[in-house]
């Protein structure tokens, strides 16, 4: 009963969402929007980081991969946008796993490091090939998106596809998170050793994770590619990845939910604190230092209580009262 009305609620929730735009402005509809490709975007670090447990400093750089190609794929070759979304993400899915069998036998920091590097050798190739990428102006004129002949070029007309494509992403990240591949990562993350010690690969569970997050990563930046019309090098720095991590960090790390309230102050965030620019990085950080004080006292005071709980027992031969 509980799976039905569950479902009712989904499928409710989903009607309400793409009809929201015939009923809102233009921005509540771009706000929207942004959620749900925040939404796709925190799915794919999700995976990575909260599933597999790397500390993945060039997830936003897979991004730009994912909206470069796709706006090279358009402007240059002159393919469709849908066609340019499916090159987005499959040439970021590659770079990831790329970057997932070179960084194999990393670990902990060191491979926290090796992430760092990568994105920034992804964003300087951004500024470097300005015969083909635009240099540090980046490209722009990217064409809207487009289905047959129905240009979707207004918020209200791409919030729906925007929808689909974060609720394809979040449903498609809990059937991985709820099957066994899901928890072969959880465990992965947790309990390496154990899993190497029956037989099972850690090193191709972290490729694949990473691949699959990077393959998110893409599709999130193609699809912005053509919903801004524009991509540029500085969208997708160090400074990015980071800020999505935070995001993630606040929401709830490792957990789904976490990953709908990160999505929601990814996009609503910029818009309250739109009069603190310079301060919006200091806000998202201190939350993120808070979050994570508080869970290492909540784990603390956990791990005393079962102490004195065994200790107590101990003191009354063995029986806890």
Known sequence: MTGIKTTIFLVCAAVV???????????????????????????GL????????VISLCHVGFVGVGAYSAAIASLRFGLSPIAGIFVGTLVAACCSLLL??????LEEHYLALGTLAAGEILVNIFRGTSSIAGGANGLSGVPPLRFFHIILDTPSAYYPFCVAIGLGAMVFTWRLDQGGFGRSLRAMGDEGIHLEAIGVSVSRLRVVGLTT????????????????????????????????LCFLVIGGL????????????????????RGLVEWQMVVVASLSLTVLVYRALQTSRRSHESFSWLSGSE???GRPW
Do not use: Q
Not at 17 to 37: E, M, N, Q, Y
């Open 100 to 105: 997932a069998c070179l960084t194999v036998r």
């Open 254 to 273: 490792g957990r789904l939910e976490g990953v709908l309230l990160g999505a929601a102050l990814a996009s609503l965030g910029p818009e309250l604190l």
């Open 213 to 244: 997050g990077g393959a998110l990563a893409g599709l999130a930046g193609a699809v912005s590619a053509y919903v801004d019309g524009f991509v540029g090098p500085e969208s997708y720095g160090v400074g990015m990845s980071i800020g999505s």
């Open 46 to 53: 999700h995976v990575v980081t909260g599933l597999t447990k």
């Open 315 to 317: 003191m009354n031969g």
């Open 17 to 43: 969402l793409l009809i929201l735009p015939f009923f809102a402005s233009a921005a509540t509809a771009r706000v929207g929007a942004l959620f749900f490709l925040s939404l796709t975007m925190l799915t």
